[in-house]
Every structure is written in structure tokens, then in C-alpha cells.
């Protein structure tokens, strides 16, 4: 994985040269705390001096005396809003004439964005490339936390989604915890670590889920949401670097 982050960083310090640079969240539920996780490590990692800003900052009008500088570069989260339930294209089209260059990091993309000064990161290359054919590949950034240590763990952990994005396939699973709920993307990632590290196989419909617990080491089984973005990802970055994780068509527990 580390050839498309290095990529990324030469990318992002090209786009950026001389300029301020403003970082802005995704707001999400606990799993994207993994993407902002890894997403701050990588920024530590290679010096990028950044200003975070919150998102009702850039709803404020009174701010962008202040707030923008010239040749100022916008970063945005990678994520999985650029789809028909939380599409992100209106907000990031209309404050993208603010700044020179708009980043947007690994995300999934079920639409086609219109924002001419953007550059897009997808995290799969599968449907997020046919969508946006320009975009650029590098994994989640919550990969970039890198091996996590754990014990092994026992028995079986279910963490299926209660959410739009759901199927519904497994509401008779009583011990099923949408860990995703308890947190958002601002809550630190250890209880969510901490919790998956109790059990030996997880069983997931959480894309961040089952990238945590491929950190830890853990036999994984994924298994599809609404829509691509699970296979997609599970393709691109599980598959070729995790040998415990599988991915099921059906939820055949």
C-alpha cells in the first residue's frame, strides 16, 4: 500500500506548494473516526501544515475574509457520501470557488461529481473508477494506522448495520452490535478498536468494521451493503493484502 499513499503525498504537496492549506471532516458515524485517525497520521507523517476548519465555518459568510487565503487548497475527507443517501457534490461544488485547488481524499464514488478544480482520490478500482474516470486510486486512509496489536480473541463478534445502508438480512442475530452508532467521526477510535479485539472472527456489513479488525489480524467476513462499496473496497485493498478476510455475496451465516 505504500507506493499509492506516497503518491498521495506527492500529489497533495505539489497541489499545495505555496499556498495555505484548510482540512476539512467528513462529518460520519464511528467508523469514519478511523478515517480521520489514519487520515491525521498521514498528515503528521509527512509535515503537512494544515488548518482544520468545521464544516458551519464554511456556511458563514463573515468568515472567508479571514478564513481563505490566496492559491488556499481545500482538503476534504475521503469518506462514503459521495452516493445518493449523503451526496456531498452540492456542499464542496458550492465552496469550491474559494480556494484554488479542492483534494478530495480515497473516497467511494456511486455519483459523477462536477467540480472542476477537484482532484479525486477513489478507494476502489472498480466502480469509482468508471464513475469518475479521472480519479486517482489510493486506499482508505484508515489503512495508514497500519498492523494493530491484539490478542487473539474468542469466539464471534457480529457488528451488522442498522442504518439506510443496511440490507436487513440479519435482524435475528441478537448479539449484533452496530458499533458504528455509538460514536461519530470525532470520537476517539479506542473503545471501537477495543471492542472488536474481544472476538476471533467478526462478521460485518461495516466497511470500517472489517478494516479494523483486518488491522488486528482477525479473520474477517464481509458482507455486501446497499450499495458497491463494500466488494469494491474488499477487491482493491482486502484481497490482495489480507489473506483472513472473505467476502460473501449472501448472508449465508
Request: aromatic share 16%; charged share 25%; hydrophobic share 40%.
Amino acid at each position: 500500500m505504500r507506493k499509492e499513499f506516497l503518491l498521495l503525498e506527492k500529489i497533495i504537496k505539489e497541489k499545495t506548494k505555496n499556498g495555505k492549506i484548510y482540512y476539512l471532516h467528513n462529518s460520519g458515524n464511528y467508523g469514519d473516526s478511523l478515517i480521520r485517525y489514519g487520515t491525521m497520521k498521514f498528515f503528521q507523517d509527512i509535515n503537512l501544515n494544515f488548518k482544520q476548519i468545521k464544516t458551519f465555518n464554511l456556511l458563514r459568510t463573515e468568515w472567508w475574509p479571514t478564513l481563505i487565503k490566496p492559491n488556499a487548497t481545500l482538503i476534504f475527507a475521503g469518506s462514503g457520501a459521495w452516493c445518493k443517501f449523503y451526496n456531498r457534490e452540492a456542499f464542496i461544488k458550492k465552496i469550491s470557488k474559494r480556494f484554488k485547488n479542492i483534494i478530495i481524499l480515497p473516497s467511494t464514488f456511486e455519483i459523477t461529481p462536477n467540480i472542476p478544480n477537484a482532484i479525486f482520490f477513489r478507494r476502489d478500482n472498480n466502480e469509482s473508477k468508471e464513475n469518475v474516470p479521472s480519479s486517482i486510486f489510493c486506499h482508505d486512509m484508515a489503512f495508514y494506522i497500519g498492523s494493530i496489536e491484539s490478542e487473539k480473541g474468542n469466539g464471534k463478534g457480529y457488528f451488522f448495520r442498522k442504518d439506510i445502508e443496511s440490507l436487513n438480512k440479519v435482524n435475528f442475530i441478537p448479539q449484533n452490535i452496530d458499533i458504528s452508532l455509538k460514536g461519530n467521526h470525532l470520537t476517539p477510535i479506542f473503545d471501537f478498536i477495543n471492542e472488536i479485539s474481544k472476538y476471533e472472527i467478526i462478521y460485518t456489513d461495516r466497511l470500517h468494521v472489517a478494516i479494523g479488525a483486518s488491522l488486528l489480524k482477525k479473520e474477517v467476513h464481509l458482507f455486501p451493503n446497499s450499495y458497491f462499496k463494500n466488494k469494491a473496497i474488499y477487491l482493491s485493498s482486502l484481497k490482495p493484502f489480507y489473506e483472513n478476510v472473505y467476502f460473501h455475496e449472501n448472508f449465508d451465516l
